[in-house]
């Protein structure tokens, strides 16, 4: 596999990782992560890179679904530094129907409905004026300045060692257990006010809490039918990755004017097959996943768009 011909960021990217692979002696096919929960391979990652743009947390979502069983519901995925709060649907991330910013630019390409607030592992804990936990986080150095580690620093995991629920590190903090009661509250409440944001609907939902710092998280959610910890749900990001199918979509205006709907839909399912396999999917295992129809009535010629998603298994 050479890539080297062009010298943009992504290929530049791809290169890296063509090369730690030739000098660890891999002979495989390479794919990267789309923010859709699925795959892609590196030629196609090269040429759509705003596909790779939060391919994290899609595979997150992805995971918990898989290792959960849950296709439809809520995903808390906890980090070090932040918490990812997102939608499954059919097993699926959702996407988020609203225009995303990146870096402060909106954006009109597809991105997942994802919220993230700053609580993980490593945020810290405040008494200033109340006591609150993050956005501020030792992040990697967790095991160096946490208390439970000998540290100075009270963080996030130090409460769950103060109150029992975890034991790692060389000491348990001395800490007031008002101070512990009342930033696990506050950690329980922002998961609480995120969960309620993404649902679509007053019922309750499955909440699948998964990422290695999920032990912040308690297992009585508000708004949550029932509360999911999986197995291995510390690696659900890599799972949702390992699992991953290769997709390819399409997104059309198409006029029933000149074609008539099962036409249109056709067609769409068609170019999206046809995307799946140039992204890598084998011919045999791709099914179509997600179809989508939306009247634009301010258009001529009867428009309607059609968003069609097709999946498939790699292409070994």
């Given at each position: 596999m050479c890539i080297r011909d062009s010298t943009s960021v992504a290929s530049e990217a791809a290169n890296a990782f063509v090369d730690a692979m030739n000098e660890r002696g891999i002979d495989a096919n390479l794919y990267f992560g789309q923010n859709d929960g699925t795959l892609m391979s590196v030629d196609?990652?090269?040429?759509?890179?705003?596909?790779t743009v939060a391919s994290g947390p899609s595979n997150s979502v992805r995971g918990a679904a898989y290792l959960s069983a849950v296709e439809n519901g809520i995903i808390v995925d906890v980090g070090g530094t932040t918490t990812d709060v997102g939608a499954v649907t059919e097993g699926f991330p959702r996407e988020s129907s609203v225009a995303v910013e990146i870096g402060e630019?909106?954006?009109?390409?597809?991105?997942?409905?994802?919220?993230?607030?700053?609580?993980?592992?490593?945020?810290?804990?405040?008494?200033?004026?109340?006591v609150t936990v993050g956005p501020q986080s030792v992040g990697y150095k967790l095991t160096e300045e946490a208390k439970c580690f000998g540290g100075e620093t009270l963080t996030a995991t130090d409460l769950e060692v103060a109150a029992g629920t975890i034991d790692i590190g060389?000491?348990?903090?001395?800490?007031?257990?008002?101070?512990?009661?009342?930033?696990?509250?506050?950690?329980?409440?922002?998961?609480?006010?995120?969960?309620?944001?993404?649902?679509?609907?007053?019922?309750?939902?499955?909440?699948?809490?998964?990422?290695?710092?999920?032990?912040?998280?308690?297992?009585?959610i508000a708004g949550a039918s029932e509360v999911h910890k999986p197995d291995h749900y510390e690696v659900a990001n890599a799972v949702g990755?390992?699992?991953a199918q290769v997709?390819?979509?399409?997104?059309?205006?198409?006029?029933?004017?000149?074609?008539?709907?099962?036409?249109?839909i056709q067609h769409a399912k068609?170019?999206?097959?046809?995307?799946?396999?140039?992204?890598?999917?084998?011919?045999?295992?791709?099914?179509?996943?997600?179809?989508?129809?939306?009247?634009?009535?301010?258009?001529p010629g009867n428009a309607v768009r059609i968003?069609?998603?097709?999946?498939?298994?790699?292409d070994h």
């Open positions: 196609y990652a090269i040429r759509y890179p705003i596909f630019v909106k954006t009109n390409f597809r991105m997942p409905d994802i919220i993230a607030i700053g609580i993980g592992g490593g945020s810290i804990v405040s008494t200033d004026g109340g060389s000491e348990t903090p001395d800490v007031d257990g008002e101070i512990v009661e009342a930033a696990r509250e506050y950690v329980r409440e922002r998961v609480e006010r995120e969960v309620d944001r993404m649902k679509t609907s007053a019922e309750p939902v499955p909440v699948v809490i998964v990422g290695g710092g999920s032990i912040l998280v308690p297992d009585d990755v390992a699992i997709s390819g979509e399409v997104d059309r205006i198409y006029s029933l004017d000149e074609m008539d709907r099962e036409e249109a068609d170019e999206a097959t046809d995307n799946a396999l140039a992204a890598g999917a084998d011919a045999d295992s791709v099914d179509i996943v997600d179809v989508e129809e939306v009247p634009l009535s301010y258009l968003k069609v998603k097709a999946a498939g298994a790699l």
